[in-house]
């Protein structure tokens, strides 16, 4: 399965230019930055709306049975199929949970184990001791389609036919499978179907409008830390106002990676294992930026030790530099808003006190 997009590693990009007008700004300088005039955005755009589902499982037809753990937050045993495997898409709501409904496109976070319908068992996140993050425009349709429409804490049970999974074989490629042998170009699953135990532990909630506005007076109470920005780079606008970077004419990227937490937020401490809710200008040095608060993307998602935000609080602003890359061929700059953090239980996801 595929990893969430963290902010730590958004390195795909098309820089800055900027403010100046009547916006404030961080990192005070001599020279004056290069600036192309914007208004300071005070509101975040919403997410898309979801998509309608292009497939839709039955559910509750016959699946293999859970015979052993069967709580929520247990690996469970799986049985074998029975007979032949059906051509059927099929999901089993095992334990209903209250929790945020999963869209098609959403981040999630779950545990679960995968096995072959003879009961072979090829992956568990139970085995590897941690749970899986992905997007669910990521992994095979079946995955994508059964997950969507759950809710945090639910157990599912997905069976999955080849068409939906990790694709078919012709009788050929069948039989060569048959004996043993690899078949080129395909993946070692293609032609199986899959029988899948997931616990959805995490996914973001669909933000309203006026949960957005709540976010936005949440980072207007931030307090600048005083840490001093790169050589270079200017940020425009009020806190709780989309950021705007400038930069010093012929100024260049810190060759060296740097994060500096230029904002601390008053929000509550972020804690290990907390998903925190963020918006995002990123771009190359130099150049126009991008930014969650207007592209349609609104809050994104990510666990707090994977962008070492424990110990900050909600609120705070860390900003990332650091050398060129394929996608930042000037170096890279993102700007990265807290917003939100959540607490997830062995009953999935609950929202920060």
Request: hydrophobic share 40%; proline share 8%; glycine share 10%.
């Amino acid at each position: 399965m595929l990893k969430i997009t963290r902010f730590a590693s958004i390195l795909a990009v098309f820089g800055l230019t900027v403010v100046l007008s009547a916006c404030t700004n961080e990192g005070k300088s001599e020279n004056a930055p290069l600036a192309n005039p914007k208004a300071c955005v005070k509101t975040i755009t919403p997410a898309a709306s979801a998509e309608v589902p292009e497939v839709k499982p039955a559910e509750n037809a016959p699946v293999p049975a859970v015979t052993a753990g069967t709580k929520f937050g247990e690996e469970p045993a799986i049985a074998p199929g029975e007979g032949n495997a059906p051509n059927d898409f099929i999901r089993n709501i095992l334990i209903s949970g209250t929790g945020t409904e999963v869209s098609s496109g959403a981040d999630v976070v779950v545990n679960y184990k995968g096995q072959k319908w003879n009961g072979e068992v090829f992956d568990s996140s139970w085995g590897r001791g941690s749970t899986a993050s992905f997007n669910l425009h990521n992994v095979v349709d079946g995955w994508r389609w059964g997950l969507a429409g759950t809710h945090v804490g639910d157990r599912v049970e997905l069976v999955i036919p080849p068409k939906l999974g990790y694709r078919e074989l012709t009788p050929d490629e069948q039989a060569l499978k048959a004996a043993g042998q690899q078949v080129p170009g395909k993946h070692e699953l293609a032609g199986e179907t899959l029988v899948f135990v997931v616990d959805v532990v995490f996914s973001p909630p669909v933000l309203a409008e006026t949960q957005l506005a709540a976010y936005t007076q949440v980072l207007s109470k931030s307090m600048p830390t005083g840490a001093k920005l790169p050589d270079g780079l200017k940020i425009y606008c009020q806190p709780g106002e989309e950021p705007q970077p400038a930069y010093v004419e012929n100024s260049k990227v810190p060759s060296q990676p740097r994060t500096v937490w230029t904002m601390e937020g008053q929000g509550r401490t972020i804690e290990a294992g907390d998903q925190i809710g963020y918006v995002i200008v990123y771009g190359s040095w130099g150049d126009a930026p991008k930014s969650t608060w207007t592209n349609g993307s609104s809050v994104s998602w990510a666990q707090a030790e994977d962008v070492q935000a424990v110990g900050k609080k909600v609120g705070s602003r860390a900003v990332l530099v650091g050398p060129p890359n394929e996608s930042a061929p000037r170096g890279v700059v993102q700007i990265v808003d807290i917003v939100d953090a959540m607490s997830l239980s062995d009953k999935g996801a609950v929202p920060a006190q």
